[in-house]
């Protein structure tokens, strides 16, 4: 049974990481999936923060959670019964993903100048009332795999909520983001 879990989570962590690059090596449409040319200012700016290492670390285990999340709430397609050890074991490590992300967010605020941090402050705000909905979903969906049978229904619910605050804290998205 371990084996299988460790089997689906990591090619859950696989397909979230390489579907996107996948999906813009194949498309033949011009200009889909190729970078816009910013200006010189934009670009160095976006390079320093993305290079940053705390940046990246936050960055990349945002992306493990929205994984797990992702691999979770496909657990409870079809209304089978819930597998409550690949449940435990993924939202443990949502879990442990979240306080990493949270840690190395932080460490990148610290970095941040002043300046830019006052031009940033509504952004900051939004970013951190997403990152206290996430713990409050990750502490409710830690009660529920730690039930017996944990409700199918509720895991995919609060799952689609911890998936819908990852993405407004994702750079993609418009509006919010952890970039700075």
């Given amino acids: 049974m371990k084996t299988i879990v460790a089997s689906a989570i990591v090619a859950a962590l696989s397909l979230s990481s390489f579907g996107p690059t996948v999906a813009n090596a194949q498309t033949s449409y011009p200009g889909v999936g190729t970078p816009t040319p910013a200006t010189g200012t934009t670009t160095q700016a976006k390079n320093v923060v993305t290079k940053e290492p705390n940046y990246v670390l936050a960055t990349v285990h945002q992306a493990s959670m929205l994984a797990f999340t992702r691999a979770l709430n496909g657990q409870t397609v079809g209304g089978t019964p819930v597998d409550v050890e690949f449940s435990r074991a993924a939202v443990g490590e949502m879990r442990r993903s979240f306080d990493q992300m949270k840690k190395y967010s932080d460490a990148y605020t610290e970095t941040i100048s002043p300046e830019v941090r006052a ?9 951190e009332t997403h990152r206290t909905e996430l713990n409050a979903q990750l502490a409710l969906l830690e009660e529920e795999v730690k039930l017996d049978k944990p409700d199918a229904t509720k895991i995919a619910t609060l799952s689609a909520s ?15 983001s952890m970039k700075n």
């Avoid at 031009?119 to 970013?127: E, L, P, R, Y």
């Avoid at 911890?162 to 919010?176: E, N, P, Q």
């Fill in 119 to 127: 031009k940033s402050t509504a952004t900051m705000q939004g970013v």
């Fill in 162 to 176: 911890v998936r819908t605050h990852l993405d407004a804290m994702s750079f993609g998205s418009t509006g919010m």
